[in-house]
């Protein structure tokens, strides 16, 4: 295997604690990063940078991790921008949306799903995300749930089975029928293409006891729990994802005291999802709240057709240090190693030796412009398992 240094990187972010007791950050001035194959193998000081095949001047740009976006809803179809329209027009956002892209996801053919996949992995590549996590849900049906998750386990190995997004129409009538269905014969048939199950815990959703079978059943075929939580009020979402052993407990808006108690003496990570508020104009998630109780806190977009439809994760991090409470530092641990963790994944969201070679040259010199210039693309370069591909 070739080994190639990026050298002469004005700041580079490396999310090792072990390199500056100060910051989780791992920030290296004058720094340089060599790979070799698909791994970083080395981090230091560019004037102590080993001798490579290959070499690239960073010119005195920063240098950070991939972003990592662990919460995303990419296997669609259709268009929502009438209900955009509507919504900033003064009508308020509920769940119910999500019906019109049910018929849409089901009237699309799997080249054209598989198409709109491949559009927004490749759009948000070259905005630095390097791994994406995504679902299904928006088929609700045996077949077109399965036929999502196979199409999108073609593309990320980050693949999550969400058939309890919302009740299907066909058994509007039936929720407890459905809930039967979620946790039989579509899971049979979805198991084999994730990772993951989900379930979106919420009133106009799933209740306590719904989200708690759908989750248990999708633990005893062997996916882990994730959960859509607390995002349009107050429920039990957080405190089941904590009792579960989920991984990530997803969007987080309205917490109890004990809620953000539970988060920081557990292993599940509040992924907050700032696209949403902002596209819905919702209330901010406090993310200094749930950070100063000692909770860890992952950043993702929510990309989806109805209330977040963005693939920025630069632009996630701008709202999170506006408005959301958070240090530019915060924000882009959270972006990157946050999300790792709330994939329970070591290898990525970080660049130090063994992990894998995801990384992203920004068209500045440090990692804050990302937050100090919003909107700007300032991405300059994206290496992915090693490879440059943007």
């Known amino acids: 295997m070739t080994t190639t240094a990026i050298t002469n990187i004005a700041g580079l972010v490396t999310n090792d604690p072990s390199l500056r007791a100060d910051s989780p950050l791992g920030l290296i001035q004058d720094a340089a990063v060599v790979i070799e194959g698909d791994r970083v193998v080395w981090t230091g000081e560019s004037s102590k940078a080993p001798a490579t095949d290959n070499a690239v001047d960073a010119g005195g740009r920063a240098a950070i991790p991939g ?49 709109n996949v491949a559009r927004y992995l490749a759009e948000g590549l070259r905005q630095g995300t390097t791994t994406f996590e995504t679902k299904s849900g928006y088929g609700l049906t045996v077949e077109d749930e399965a036929r999502a998750l196979r199409i999108a386990a073609q593309h990320t190995e980050e693949v999550t089975y969400l058939g309890a997004h919302i009740v299907s129409p066909d058994y509007a009538d039936d929720p407890a029928g459905y809930v039967d269905l979620v946790t039989g014969a579509m899971l049979d048939a979805c198991a ?28 005893a075929k062997g996916l882990h729990p994730r959960v859509h939580a607390n995002q349009l009020g107050h429920g039990p979402g957080v405190q089941l ?20 108690d539970a988060l920081a003496q557990g292993n599940t990570v509040a992924t907050l999802l700032p696209g949403a508020e902002f596209s819905t104009r919702a ?39 506006r408005d959301m409470g958070m240090t530019p530092d915060e924000a882009l641990w959270s972006a990157t190693a946050g999300g790792a963790a709330a ?36 991405v300059h370069a994206v290496w992915r398992r090693g490879e440059r591909v943007a």
């Open 241 to 260: 994802a904590v009792e579960l052993d989920a991984a990530s407990a997803d969007h987080c808006t309205h917490l109890t005291d004990a809620d953000v």
């Open 67 to 115: 972003f990592v976006d662990s919460h995303s809803h990419l296997l669609f179809a259709g268009d929502r921008t009438e209900e955009f329209n509507a919504r900033m027009s003064g009508r308020a956002y509920s769940a119910g949306g999500i019906r019109t892209t049910v018929a849409a996801t089901r009237a699309a053919t799997d080249d054209e799903l598989s198409a």
């Open 192 to 219: 084999p293409y994730a990772r993951w199950v989900d379930v979106f815990c919420e009133k106009g959703a799933f209740d306590g006891d719904q989200a708690r079978a759908v989750l248990t059943a999708g633990r």
């Open 343 to 378: 994939l329970r994944r070591t290898d990525i969201g970080r660049i130090a030796p063994g992990a894998r070679a995801d990384l992203v040259l920004l068209d500045a010199p440090s990692h804050v412009h990302l937050a100090y210039r919003p909107g700007v693309p300032l």
């Open 283 to 321: 209330a901010w998630p406090d993310a200094r709240r749930i950070l100063d109780a000692g909770a860890t806190v992952a950043l993702s977009t929510d990309c989806n057709p109805g209330s977040s439809f963005t693939s920025s994760m630069p632009f996630c991090i701008a709202l999170a240090v």
